[in-house]
């Protein structure tokens, strides 16, 4: 079965430092693959898609970017947080026909203080 | 541009009735697919609903179940018997390239 993992769950950092979180893929072979950030009680917004390897699309302007090195493995990061970088960063997969949805990870929690 | 509207921010239903939560959307595609998914407090992403645009039988769960009004754009999701369980905050969302979510009801389910 697949699975999806994702670290760190929490991290505090200071402004202006860097950042890189995780996300792996499980049981499935060229899957797509999101990020997607979730302010405090509110939505979630796409941030960048990969349909394969070195292949990002971003979908808002920020300061943040994407990376996916392995078939599996996709990563966000930043050089200089700011303190609206804060959130929750949802990391989510789904197969090329993508038609059942996106299976997301368990989320990390960003704090920029 | 897709969009998904929820009007209601939050909501709280009595253990064992029945809420109704609602959903609107836009979009000029006539093959999509929509989904509930909801997030509990630990955050977790479940999906709870999925229904296709081209079919017009709604979808159900057990106790979950659409109403799905296609001429509308509209899309509202049905807990029956609401468990204690069932708090969370709940997305509707659309899909045609990309998943695009709603701002979320808060529902909360008192005993």
């Known amino acids: 079965s697949q699975t999806i993992h994702q670290w760190p769950a929490t991290l505090v950092q200071p402004v202006g430092s860097p950042l890189s979180l995780e996300c792996t893929v499980e049981?499935?072979?060229?899957?797509?693959l999101y990020w997607y950030r979730q302010a405090a009680g509110r939505g979630l917004q796409l941030l960048f898609y990969?349909?394969?390897?070195?292949?990002i699309s971003s979908e808002v302007p920020q300061n943040l970017s994407a990376s996916r090195p392995q078939d599996r493995q996709f990563i966000l990061s930043s050089k200089k947080l700011l303190l609206s970088d804060s959130g929750f960063y949802l990391c989510?997969?789904?197969?090329?026909?993508?038609?059942?949805?996106?299976?997301f990870g368990s989320g990390t929690r960003l704090t920029v203080v | 541009a897709q969009t998904v509207t929820q009007s209601q921010p939050e909501m709280s239903v009595q253990e064992a009735e029945t809420v109704t939560l609602s959903c609107t959307y836009d979009?000029?595609?006539?093959?999509?697919?929509l989904f509930w998914y909801k997030q509990p407090p630990s955050r977790q992403m479940i999906l709870v609903i999925r229904?296709?645009?081209?079919?017009?039988q709604n979808a159900t769960e057990n106790r979950f179940s659409v109403n799905f009004q296609k001429a509308a754009k509209s899309f509202s999701l049905k807990i029956s018997d609401s468990q204690l369980g069932d708090t969370a905050m709940y997305f509707c969302?659309?899909?045609?390239?990309?998943?695009?979510f709603g701002a979320g009801t808060i529902l909360r389910v008192k005993s």
């Open positions: 049981g499935t072979s060229n899957p797509n």
């Open positions: 229904q296709e645009a081209y079919k017009q």
């Open positions: 969302a659309f899909m045609w390239n990309k998943l695009v």
């Open positions: 989510a997969w789904s197969t090329s026909r993508d038609s059942y949805g996106y299976t």
């Open positions: 979009t000029s595609e006539s093959n999509y697919y």
């Open positions: 990969s349909v394969g390897i070195g292949q």
